[in-house]
């Protein structure tokens, strides 16, 4: 009877003894474990959005943490208009920007809602390379390291992260890329995400100087998101046991974008479209030169009028290229040759076509013409040499989008034109002192 009351407490006993080492070598495993084991890194790459500072796309860094629960979304594209002297930051090239971390879900939600491309890819990594990459962004979001001076084409949120890829991998990454050419030219990249919008891919395209006409390198492209995706998928590396990886262990497409213009496969010669518009330009002045005559009131202020509009829009690009170039860090506006034939000089033609459509007095009408007619001149040549410097080493600007738009109706509005040359003789008779000094040559 003793003894049978005493048996449940040996099963108990040799039940405790038998389970002992099963959780001591469950512990000794957990003990062996890193913190990287339990993080899960995904880069998420997304299309264009309806602004313009989202046409080129996003890219962001997720880290997912098992023991936590947590999806953290770590964002270097951050910035805020309500900055202080945001605006006149941004003018200068001096814009800051900061990196961020948030919840991952609130991040994804948000750019499916707005209609943006989200494409997921896990990466490949050691639990060392994991640990040390969270460790790095995460110092990165703290304040005193957070903010940094943003660059369009060499610090951005793509080369952020493509240099956090190339940390992950040792060096390889960059090795790999740096030193293979470019499909494109950085102008050719941007323009394969303007082309649907016409003023401002011939703007953006005015603006540029040369410096972004050069050959660049695989590594220099990865400024644009979707080159990063494009470049991780296939690519392998060896970890640091010496063991072959593939970077990218799964893709996952999240979302597709419905009805946004694609980003072109490769960039369209534009300056077709810009000719069109030039010629078209100038068959409207040709048709006012040909009013003129037959009705000379309503010719001559569609005449000046024209031309006054003309000078508005060509001036304030000018204007804009202008201090772009002289007095901000924009480098990418530098050594641009457009201000040969476009700058603020065109404002001219803002009051001298006010005085060709309403100035009463011939005299001083004929003048403001005869002036306004040696501004489009400037401009004609000015463009045409624009053209002829590309002649001489150097001087490589692809340009030609703004030489087909303004110089087909600068043409028509020169001197260079047969009308040009009635308009002078015209013109002579009407000025002693111009009569007299052609008498003396």
Same mark, same amino acid.
């Given at each position: 009877?003793?003894?049978?009351?005493?048996?449940?407490?040996?099963?108990?006993?040799?039940?405790?003894?038998?389970?002992?080492?099963?959780?001591?070598?469950?512990?000794?495993?957990?003990?062996? #474990?890193?913190?990287?084991?339990?993080?899960?890194?995904?880069?998420?790459?997304?299309?264009?959005?309806?602004?313009?500072?989202?046409? @080129?796309?996003?890219?962001?860094?997720?880290?997912?943490?098992?023991?936590?629960?947590?999806?953290?979304?770590?964002?270097?594209?951050?910035?805020?208009? /309500?900055?202080?002297?945001?605006?006149?930051?941004?003018?200068?090239?001096?814009?800051?920007?900061?990196?961020?971390?948030?919840?991952?879900?609130?991040?994804?939600?948000?750019?499916?809602?707005?209609?943006?491309?989200?494409?997921?890819?896990?990466?490949? *990594?050691?639990?060392?390379?994991?640990?040390?990459? @969270?460790?790095?962004?995460?110092?990165?979001?703290?304040?005193?390291?957070?903010?940094?001076?943003?660059?369009?084409?060499?610090?951005?949120?793509?080369?952020?992260?493509?240099?956090?890829?190339?940390?992950?991998?040792?060096?390889?990454? /960059?090795?790999?890329?740096? =030193?293979?050419?470019?499909?494109?030219?950085?102008?050719?990249?941007?323009? #394969?995400?303007? @082309?649907?919008?016409?003023?401002?891919? @011939?703007?953006? !395209?005015?603006?540029?100087?040369?410096?972004?006409?050069?050959?660049?390198?695989? $590594?220099?492209?990865?400024?644009?998101?979707?080159?990063?995706?494009?470049?991780?998928?296939?690519?392998?590396?060896?970890? =640091?046991?010496?063991?072959?990886?593939?970077?990218?262990?799964?893709?996952?497409?999240?979302?597709?974008?419905?009805?946004?213009?694609?980003?072109?496969?490769?960039?369209?010669?534009?300056?077709?479209?810009?000719?069109?518009?030039?010629?078209?330009?100038?068959?409207?002045?040709?048709?006012?030169?040909? +009013?003129?005559?037959?009705?000379?009131?309503?010719?001559?202020?569609?005449?000046? *009028?024209?031309?006054?509009?003309?000078?508005?829009?060509?001036?304030?690009?000018?204007?804009?290229?202008?201090?772009?170039?002289?007095?901000?860090?924009?480098?990418?506006?530098?050594?641009?040759?457009?201000?040969?034939?476009?700058? =603020?000089?065109?404002?001219?033609?803002?009051?001298?076509?006010?005085?060709?459509?309403?100035?009463?007095?011939? /005299?001083?009408?004929?003048?403001?013409? $005869?002036? +306004?007619?040696?501004?489009?001149?400037?401009?004609?040549?000015?463009?045409?040499?624009?053209?002829?410097?590309?002649?001489?080493?150097?001087?490589?600007?692809? !340009?030609?989008?703004?030489?087909?738009?303004? *110089? =087909?109706?600068?043409?028509?509005?020169?001197?260079?034109?047969?009308?040009?040359?009635?308009?002078?003789?015209?013109?002579?008779?009407?000025?002693? $002192?111009?009569?007299? /000094?052609?008498?003396?040559?």
């Amino acid at each position: 009877m003793n003894g049978f009351g005493k048996s449940p407490c040996v099963l108990a006993v040799l039940m405790v003894l038998l389970l002992v080492p099963v959780f001591s070598l469950s512990a000794q495993s957990e003990a062996g #474990r890193s913190r990287g084991d339990y993080l899960t890194l995904k880069i998420a790459v997304m299309g264009p959005g309806d602004e313009l500072y989202f046409w @080129w796309g996003h890219i962001a860094l997720i880290v997912e943490d098992a023991v936590s629960g947590q999806s953290r979304f770590y964002d270097y594209g951050l910035f805020s208009f /309500k900055n202080v002297r945001f605006f006149v930051n941004f003018a200068m090239g001096r814009l800051l920007y900061s990196c961020g971390v948030s919840p991952t879900e609130v991040n994804i939600n948000n750019y499916i809602r707005t209609n943006r491309d989200v494409t997921i890819y896990t990466l490949n *990594l050691p639990a060392g390379k994991k640990e040390a990459i @969270w460790s790095f962004v995460e110092q990165n979001v703290l304040p005193e390291n957070r903010d940094y001076y943003y660059h369009h084409f060499r610090d951005n949120c793509a080369t952020r992260i493509r240099d956090i890829i190339d940390l992950a991998t040792n060096g390889q990454f /960059k090795e790999r890329f740096a =030193p293979a050419p470019g499909r494109f030219t950085l102008r050719q990249h941007v323009r #394969r995400h303007t @082309w649907f919008s016409p003023f401002f891919d @011939w703007f953006l !395209n005015f603006l540029m100087g040369q410096g972004i006409d050069t050959p660049i390198t695989e $590594w220099e492209e990865m400024f644009l998101p979707a080159e990063i995706g494009n470049r991780i998928q296939n690519f392998r590396y060896t970890d =640091p046991l010496g063991k072959e990886r593939t970077l990218v262990s799964s893709t996952e497409i999240l979302y597709r974008a419905v009805n946004r213009p694609a980003v072109l496969d490769k960039p369209r010669r534009q300056w077709i479209r810009e000719l069109f518009l030039g010629l078209f330009i100038a068959g409207v002045l040709v048709f006012f030169f040909w +009013l003129r005559k037959t009705k000379p009131k309503i010719g001559r202020v569609l005449l000046g *009028l024209s031309q006054s509009f003309l000078g508005l829009f060509f001036g304030i690009a000018g204007v804009i290229l202008f201090f772009m170039t002289f007095f901000t860090n924009h480098d990418y506006t530098y050594h641009n040759s457009n201000f040969l034939y476009i700058n =603020p000089l065109i404002l001219a033609a803002i009051p001298l076509g006010i005085k060709v459509a309403w100035e009463k007095d011939q /005299k001083k009408r004929l003048f403001s013409e $005869w002036i +306004l007619r040696g501004l489009w001149t400037y401009v004609v040549l000015g463009g045409i040499l624009s053209m002829v410097i590309k002649l001489f080493p150097g001087f490589y600007q692809q !340009n030609q989008v703004t030489q087909a738009l303004v *110089l =087909p109706f600068a043409l028509v509005l020169s001197f260079i034109p047969p009308g040009g040359k009635m308009f002078l003789k015209g013109l002579v008779p009407k000025f002693g $002192w111009f009569r007299k /000094k052609a008498g003396t040559r």
